[in-house]
């Protein structure tokens, strides 16, 4: 991989991790609850699992996957199910479980996360098809370097999120400001399931 291709690909990694989707409004939810230090094993999650998730449909699986439509179908089927019941955890999800120490979304849940998130195959799909180039080495290098470099632009966007839920928190003081934040939250994540089962 040239060092332009390189730079295109961390703007590209940059602007996908960065732009709304499941796993940012994840992010944000996890920081409003339970903070920064106690969200970082989901930033970390989200980051690492989505660049391990370049590295494997940049290798080969994201082919595989797209080319047989009843396993893509289940995977949305899936993927929609899981997010519509995490939506309902965010939604009533209360000041005190937070306080009584019920844990966030830790990292292998993020992660995981990843690989039923319609954002997170489109952003893989599009970079495999976008940056492998036949004369930039072989595909597990290219792979690699896509991985490497998704994790290295996503840590920093992604953070923002997790901080900006954080900060929220000045603002969710009293129980019915959070109760409202987290049903917001709980709606946008929901919503997001249109993109995956029309």
Do not use: D
């Amino acid at each position: 991989m040239t060092s332009e291709q390189a730079v295109a690909f961390l703007l590209f990694a940059a602007a996908a991790a960065g732009t709304p989707g499941p796993s940012n409004l994840l992010l944000t939810a996890t920081g409003a609850n339970v903070g920064v230090l106690r969200g970082l094993p989901c930033l970390l999650g989200v980051s690492i699992g989505m660049g391990v998730m370049m590295f494997i449909v940049g290798f080969g699986l994201g082919s595989v996957v797209l080319a047989n439509p009843t396993v893509l179908r289940a995977l949305n089927w899936i993927g929609a199910a899981f997010l519509l019941w995490l939506a309902w955890k965010i939604a009533t999800a209360r000041r005190s479980e937070a306080a009584a120490g019920v844990k966030p979304v830790g990292f292998i849940g993020a992660a995981a996360f990843q690989w039923i998130n319609p954002k997170s195959w489109l952003v893989c799909a599009s970079a495999a098809g976008t940056y492998l180039s036949a004369g930039s080495g072989s595909a597990l290098t290219q792979a690699m370097a896509f991985g490497g470099l998704f994790i290295l632009a996503s840590l920093p966007c992604c953070f923002v999120w997790l901080a900006f839920g954080a900060s929220a928190q000045r603002l969710l003081r009293n129980e019915r400001a959070r109760r409202t934040f987290n049903i917001a939250m709980g709606v946008l994540l929901a919503g997001s399931v249109v993109l995956i089962v029309r």
